[in-house]
């Protein structure tokens, strides 16, 4: 039988070139495969701990602690178990941390192991991760959401929304879509440097410009989409994150680029405003996780014709999920296993709402690595959307590029695109 022979961890660097977690796993087979995590900028309050060591060292944003204790606490209770257990193994790490939130272990330590097991598990079988983890159902690309405007936390501008992104749905294979937001891509930037702005990157590889309000994105990727060929709202669509948790300010939700500040009931029409005038077909945090009363107004006014995703409010985890199932809130959730912690954990979150047709986005963080991982789990879970930032900088191509051998691969594979949204 074969079982797991070792476990260690070392402290590697993210895209911001802050410290992050990688976890190497070796099989008693002599299978070695390692994953790294990433990390968020904009967080939820109730996100799963991410165990920083908080001293001098990368000013305070080291992660030795958390690779301790890979290499003791994680590694005692996992070397010599069934590797291809995910359930079992994960659990075990969850008994060890003892806390709810991985306070004590870390949920970077303990994805980092949960990650490293999958993938090594497939490797050792000779199936591709995505195989493994998600049987012969595993069939459906996933439409991506490129995030080609950043603002907010993500960039050093005057934009408030956090990402403005463009969804390719009239297409019928996943690379025809890659193909297209590439296009628009280029043709922003072009666009963006005639006006005199900045073609700087902003943290997931999207451009920063300072621009005079949050409609003037939107107007700027409408007519990328135009001069790349495209027909916006057709070929092409718009897609927004807001992270309205970030606009929080004395209870309203600040708009500093257009100087005014709004309630709950204000802002929801203001996306009512948005989406009329403009082919909108997602938000995500339109309103903050503390906003329940607010998400369930924006609910009943768009949750029928705009894709509502909630990110911070639900941060993968499944019991927040039931709540706002129960609650009508939403109707869609942002998938980032870092959240809650394990590869378990986030598969069954996903299940519950895929249960309750609450569709799912899997998603990257803002700091992130080379690893590909969340591109195979979103074929593993069928979620048929995914955000991984522009087609540019190496982590985020790392995904999109996996997503094409992928698509390789399976031959009776699937491309939502428009489906998603009818």
Known sequence: MVYIDDIFADEVLDSRGNPTVRATVKLSDGTVSSAIVPSGASTGKKEALELRDSDERYMGKGVLKACENVNTTIADALIGLNPYDQAMVDGIMKECDGTHNYANLGANAVLGVSMAIARASAIS?????????????????????????????????????????????????????????????????????????????????????????????????????????????????????????????????????????????????????????????????????????????????????????????????????????????ANSILIKPNQIGSVTETMRTVRLAQRNNYKCVMSHRSGESEDSFIADLAVALNCGEIKTGATARGERNAKYNRLLEIERELSGSEYLGRELFR
């Open 125 to 329: 079988l000779g199936l591709p991760l995505y195989r493994y983890l998600g049987g012969s159902n595993a069939l459906v690309l996933p439409t991506p959401m490129f995030n080609i405007i950043n603002g907010g936390s993500h960039a050093n501008n005057s934009v408030d929304f956090q990402e403005y992104m463009i969804m390719p749905l009239n297409f019928n294979t996943f690379s025809d879509a890659l193909r297209a937001a590439v296009e628009v891509y280029h043709n922003l930037k072009k666009i963006i440097s005639d006006i005199k702005e900045s073609t700087a990157l902003g943290d997931e590889g999207g451009f920063a410009p300072n621009l005079k309000d949050n409609e003037e994105p939107i107007k700027v990727i409408l007519q990328a989409i135009e001069n790349a060929g495209y027909e916006a709202g057709e070929d092409i669509a718009i897609a927004l994150d807001v992270a309205a948790s970030e606009l929080v300010v004395d209870g309203g939700y600040r708009l500093e680029s257009e100087n005014r500040t709004l309630s709950s009931l204000e802002l929801a029409q203001y996306y009512v405003d948005l989406c009329d005038k403009y082919p909108i077909v997602s938000i995500e945090d339109g309103l903050s996780e503390d906003d329940w009363d607010g998400w369930k107004v924006l609910t009943q006014k768009l949750g029928d014709r705009v894709q509502l995703v909630g990110d911070d409010i639900f941060v993968t985890n499944e019991k927040i999920l039931k709540d706002g199932i129960e609650k009508g809130v």
